[in-house]
């Protein structure tokens, strides 16, 4: 089986079906990594509204994948 490392620890990790919390080594990583993510420590870069919330304001056209459509 092939071999990879935890994002959070970078213990290396078999991937197989025994390795339960795959990408993690353990639950404990994975709940860091979730964390860090909540506490956007992480974030996928994207574009800016203007308001600077991220979302679209009142004047600004909704995409075609919004799901904020009627």
């Known amino acids: 089986m092939p071999t990879f490392h935890c994002p959070t620890c ?3 990790v078999e ?3 025994a390795a339960q919390w795959r990408p993690f080594c353990s639950e404990r990583c994975r709940l860091i990594d979730l ?3 909540m506490s956007e420590q992480r974030s996928i870069p994207g574009p800016q509204a203007a308001d600077g919330t ?3 304001g009142p004047d600004e056209p909704l995409s075609a994948d919004d799901s904020r459509r009627h």
């Open 10 to 12: 970078n213990k290396p």
């Open 15 to 17: 991937w197989s079906p």
């Open 35 to 37: 964390g860090a993510w």
């Open 54 to 56: 991220g979302e679209a």
